[in-house]
């Protein structure tokens, strides 16, 4: 069975970090596009980053320069490090595998596979 799951939310403080991971069973990640995406409450879910099977990051403006995408292969694993966080990043963060693997698209219909989500919030 095919699946991922997130782990890593929590709550952390204005200008802190979280790293988050999503581990994959039951499929090898190495093919896959991952994305990371978010939904806050009354908002529609958006992308947050993305990392292609060769290696290509993308991110969302909002993100740039505070979040890292990372992929370790051997693990079955992909790591969203999220530094210098804002009370706006507070969010169900989901991870999500797409089968065309090649471009860093963070494009929704492009993922086939998803997560159940892992809460982050920002607060002091």
């Known amino acids: 069975q095919l699946q991922l799951v997130e782990s890593g939310g929590g709550l952390a403080q204005p200008g802190g970090s979280l790293r988050l991971s999503c581990a994959a069973s039951g499929f090898n990640l190495d093919y896959y596009l991952i994305g990371w995406f978010r939904q806050a409450p009354g908002k529609e879910r958006e992308g947050v980053s993305c990392i292609s099977s060769v290696g290509r990051p993308n991110y969302a403006d909002s993100v740039k320069g505070r979040f890292t995408i990372s992929r370790d292969n051997a693990k079955n694993t992909v790591y969203l490090q999220m530094n210098s966080l804002k009370p706006e990043d507070t969010a169900v963060y989901y991870c999500?595998?797409?089968?065309?693997?090649?471009?860093?698209?963070?494009?929704?219909?492009?993922?086939?596979?998803w997560g159940q989500g892992t809460q982050v919030t920002v607060s002091s």
């Open positions: 999500a595998a797409g089968r065309i693997g090649y471009i860093p698209t963070m494009v929704i219909k492009a993922y086939d596979y």
